[in-house]
């Protein structure tokens, strides 16, 4: 059996361009190349390893992938629901949060597992975090696939985003505890989500971000308020 779910857009009014999340798309895909080849880390890749020798991952580990695939998902991902954050917090915010949001994430991951890692995936996940506590009633349409035995299909379905984020967390926590095998990643993910999820929710109570009129951020949705 095979089966892929892919996140293709959400229905978020922006109120800018967020020009600032196309130039961490751009850069992130323009180091891969620098960082691998032929499946394996270059020096510069090397030094930019979280829990790796030098201090430089701590940052850089954002910037580097294992390979076209691990690029691919979360630059997907980094588009969709990065977009519309950086659009909400402003471009010139946007970077510090989410490298902030890559660096907590990947540094617990390592005192926890005492592993070492590349991606940008715990700072992905903290922006889907905050996207969450934003839109969670916004609709996001996916695309699927999936091969079972002598049956074959793909489409589009569209649902609200508070549920594709659910089943996304449950599948990381479902990961966590099923066994070892990318352990420092699944605790990156865990990490990244909550802190973003804090973060976002802090920021809203604090006016720091301003939600629109016609905009219900989690907690009104929660307690029932227009």
Known sequence: MFFILVP???DVP??????MNWVLIGVTVLFFPLCMWSDKLTPLGRNLVIGGDSWFGVVGHVLVHRDLIHLFGNMIFLWVFGNAVCAKVGNLAYPFI???LGMLAGLMAVAVTGGRGVGASGAINGIVGMFVVWYALNEITCWYGYIFFYTANVGTFSVSSFWMVALWFAFDVWGLLD???NLLGYVAHLVGFAAGFALAVVLT????VEMDRDERWLLQVFVGEE
Not at 14 to 19: A, D, E, F, K
């Open 205 to 208: 109570l604090s006016r720091w």
């Open 8 to 10: 293709i857009h959400v």
């Open 179 to 181: 066994g070892t095998e």
């Open 98 to 100: 989410y490298f902030g």
């Open 14 to 19: 922006m109120r800018c361009r967020p020009w």
